[in-house]
């Protein structure tokens, strides 16, 4: 099956929706399908051969964060050759509704169209806004596919419109055989608390994991808090005072670098504040043996199974967070049942698990 992948956000800045469409096409590729992938990319941007890139993308905040999105005349030319020129059996369209190459692919499109939709927002004027511009091109989706139960209500909420549920994929393989990274590998008088995201968006929540620290360290005096993302901390670090020796800036790490952080730590902390439609870190931590600690907002639950594949804290609160830590690092008896039974569900969102059900949204769609 030839197949396009319209994915919205530029490659040039990865984030979870481009790393999604990376091993999806490598995942069709690998079952013999011909895919090419239209992204926002710079020209001189290292590319993988499948990915075709469509000029630059312009920052813009959406959701809680800068989404870099590619919309405008030069976009709308190349993606409408793009289309022209593939040859499709199906198209398949990452965020259709962004104001980026997905909603200029669909307004575009003819032939068999799969949509998969990433976000989860309580509310939203520009969803709201943009339906009217894309509703005739909207009915133009055969396949509608939400990574999480709170995309999909976000769709129905906004959009109408109703959709399978598929998660996000991972490499659970991958994770579970990762060596420690050596640099930050716990041991058993310095214990390891980790966290990844992007240092500069507040949703993240990296203050309340900040402000959990003091408390930690009262207990655990020689933690070492790994902190891995681009962008700057600023203030919160400055103001840390004395506990400020216990923080090591990882940076942005690699594929490799992120598995052997999750391998190597005491917990994992995800204090994110919200915006979150899924917890594809999570996955990912819990695949590669790490106790988690997140946040208890819906779509981290679910992951969690409600508490009992890790440990839930009220969002936003750093004292919560630091007794959640504690409780981790000290009863180690039911930490280790939580993450043999983590080890043991993540493998329903294992790519191979995930693939088979996109191809059978493929399979209805086109009438295979």
């Not at 929706?17 to 079952?31: K, N």
Request: aromatic residues 6%; proline residues 6%; neutral net charge.
């Amino acid at each position: 099956m030839r197949v396009g992948l319209v994915c919205p956000y530029s490659f040039d800045v990865p984030g979870g929706v481009q790393f999604h469409i990376r091993d999806l096409a490598g995942e069709l590729i690998e079952r013999g399908h011909d895919v090419s992938v239209l992204a926002p990319a710079e020209e001189e941007t290292p590319l993988p051969d499948y990915v075709v890139a469509a000029g630059r993308s312009v920052p813009i905040h959406y959701n809680g964060s800068v989404a870099r999105l590619s919309f405008g005349p030069l976009a709308a030319r190349r993606t409408r050759r793009w289309l022209s020129e593939g040859g499709f059996d199906l198209l398949h369209i990452h965020e259709p509704i962004a104001p980026s190459l997905g909603m200029l692919a669909m307004l575009n499109a003819h032939g068999p169209l799969v949509a998969t939709f990433h976000s989860s927002q309580t509310a939203s004027r520009a969803l709201r806004a943009a339906y009217p511009l894309v509703r005739a091109s909207m009915e133009k989706i055969a396949g509608a596919i939400s990574v999480s139960e709170d995309a999909r209500r976000t769709l129905m909420d906004h959009l109408g419109v109703d959709s399978v549920i598929i998660p996000n994929g991972v490499h659970v393989d991958y994770f579970a055989r990762a060596r420690p990274d050596p640099r930050w590998q716990a041991t058993a008088d310095r214990p390891v608390m980790a966290f990844l995201g992007r240092l500069d968006e507040p949703r993240k929540g990296l203050k309340a994991a900040l402000a959990a620290l003091p408390l930690i360290r009262a207990v655990f005096g020689g933690i070492r808090f790994v902190i891995a993302g681009a962008g700057d901390a600023g203030e919160a670090l400055d103001a840390l005072g004395p506990e400020r020796s216990a923080v090591e800036l990882a940076g942005s790490v690699l594929d490799a670098e992120k598995a052997g952080l999750f391998r190597g730590c005491s917990v994992y902390v995800a204090p994110q504040l919200g915006g979150e439609s899924f917890g594809i870190v999570l996955v990912e931590a819990m695949a590669a043996g790490a106790p988690v600690v997140a946040s208890d907002l819906p779509a981290f639950a679910r992951v969690l199974d409600g508490g009992a594949l890790g440990r839930l804290f009220a969002v936003g609160d750093g004292t919560a967070l630091a007794r959640a830590v504690i409780a981790t690092l000290t009863e180690s008896q039911a930490t280790e049942r939580q993450t043999a039974a983590a080890a043991r569900a993540v493998w329903r969102y294992d790519w191979s698990s995930v693939t088979e059900r996109i191809l059978a949204v493929y399979d209805t769609v086109t009438g295979r």
